[in-house]
């Protein structure tokens, strides 16, 4: 539904003749903007304490390094992401239904603006972050969705392990 009053949105500011940038660039600079932390199929925006850092890189050769991910459900991770690459790039996380839902936008509208908490622009030879809580289990991807980078094999695969009721059950204090 976001989705589809954004393309809405967006369609009516691209027929007025607006500009768009697809986000902030990457400039590299922590936003001061609180987080709307909105439940999504893969998870909820995270806090920093406690979460575990995974570095991510980008490069001009359309990969993700590493291209397989695997945390723990409940578990908050903290994406630091470097672009090694000359040109902008970002990393989404989202289903694979979303990810097509939204390369899909990004090809009607290649420039449009738009900053949500599972997302990072990064310009090239700067880094970006992602803290994100996974908790739900599944199979989740992630991806570059500047047109073209999606469609070139610009994506990644993040596991996240079921947590195991019985153990926790046994080692709670």
């Known amino acids: 539904m976001k989705y589809r009053l954004f393309t809405l949105a967006a ?6 003749g607006g500009a768009f940038a697809h986000g902030d660039g990457g400039k590299g600079k922590a936003s001061h903007t609180p987080v709307v932390k909105e439940q999504k199929p893969w998870g909820i925006a995270g806090d920093t304490r406690g979460a575990r850092t995974i570095e991510v890189g980008m490069t001009d050769n359309m990969r993700f390094t590493p291209a397989r991910i695997e945390v723990r459900q409940g578990e908050t991770i903290r994406f630091v992401v470097r672009n090694k690459g000359k040109t902008l790039h970002e990393m989404v996380l989202g289903t694979k239904a979303s990810l097509d839902e939204h390369a899909g936008m990004m090809v009607k509208f290649p420039g449009m603006e738009h900053e949500e908490p599972y997302m990072t622009h ?19 991807r992630f991806a570059c969705l500047i047109p073209g980078h999606y469609e070139a094999g610009m994506v990644g695969t993040i596991v996240v392990a079921p947590v195991d009721q019985s153990a926790q059950r046994k080692f709670r204090p």
């Open 122 to 140: 990064v310009k090239a030879a700067r880094t970006g972050e992602i803290v994100w809580n996974f908790n739900r289990a599944g199979e989740f």
């Open 11 to 16: 369609a009516a500011a691209f027929a007025a």
